[in-house]
């Protein structure tokens, strides 16, 4: 497609619970990222790939989090056993990156709220 | 320790004037620079982009300037509208890593 599809849109879990988020890439894009964004302001990058590869993993919380970009699949983010700290909007965004330095284009986020 | 730094939390200008939103940075091994706008409950929108190799770019009524000895760069909206209103945060990345590093943005209103 020509934008970055993110689902849930909102993703509700009790402290303790699985939470599970999905991210479409732009057709097209070898690069996905994703990023935390906490407190309205703060954007944190969490992990990227290179199609289905880790191509930069520096920011993921090792316990809990995990992530993959299959092929001919959606890229996911998942989170195991939810913290109250984990509450904040994932967002997702991909790029071409092949014709050289690129913009990365966002989904709209979804947002995890642990209760 | 911030990287990417926006001083100013909020900026208003009357509709019709110049908006210039600013951003600093530490890390000397950043090489390209971006802007994003974002309105809420929406992922942010790329404006525009500048290289280290450059000093200006220009599309529109936007242009980024880029001061690299003083690891400054800023957003010039010429002329603002209402509908500039939003947060823009800049952002920097480096060869090798491509993560984008943000500020914490700066919320911009433009009164018609």
């Known amino acids: 497609g020509e934008e970055v599809a993110q689902t849930p849109k909102h993703l509700v879990r009790g402290e303790g619970q699985k939470a599970k988020l999905y991210c479409a890439p732009i057709k097209g894009h070898s690069y996905v990222f994703w990023y935390q964004q906490v407190l309205k302001n703060e954007f944190k990058f969490l992990i990227s790939?290179?199609?289905?590869?880790?191509?930069?993993e520096t920011g993921m919380p090792k316990e809990r989090f995990s992530a993959k970009c299959l092929p001919n699949s959606p890229c996911s983010l998942e989170i195991q056993a939810t913290k109250l700290e984990d509450s904040a909007v994932y967002f997702c965004a991909s790029s071409h990156r092949d014709r050289g330095r690129d913009e990365q284009f966002f989904g709209p986020g979804t947002r995890l709220t642990v209760l | 320790d911030q990287q990417v730094k926006q001083n100013s939390p909020s900026l208003s200008v009357q509709e019709g004037r110049i908006s210039i939103l600013n951003c600093d940075y530490t890390n000397s091994m950043f090489d390209y620079f971006l802007w994003y706008k974002k309105y809420p409950a929406e992922g942010p929108t790329f404006l525009i982009s500048?290289?280290?190799?450059?000093d200006k770019n220009e599309d529109g009524r936007f242009t980024v300037f880029l001061n690299k000895s003083a690891k400054h760069l800023s957003l010039h909206i010429v002329p603002s509208q209402p509908g500039d209103s939003a947060v823009y945060f800049c952002?920097?990345?480096?060869?090798?890593?491509?993560?984008?590093?943000f500020g914490k943005g700066t919320k911009l209103t433009v009164n018609p």
């Open positions: 790939f290179q199609n289905e590869n880790v191509f930069d």
């Open positions: 500048i290289s280290s190799i450059k």
């Open positions: 952002a920097a990345t480096q060869g090798g890593s491509e993560k984008l590093v």
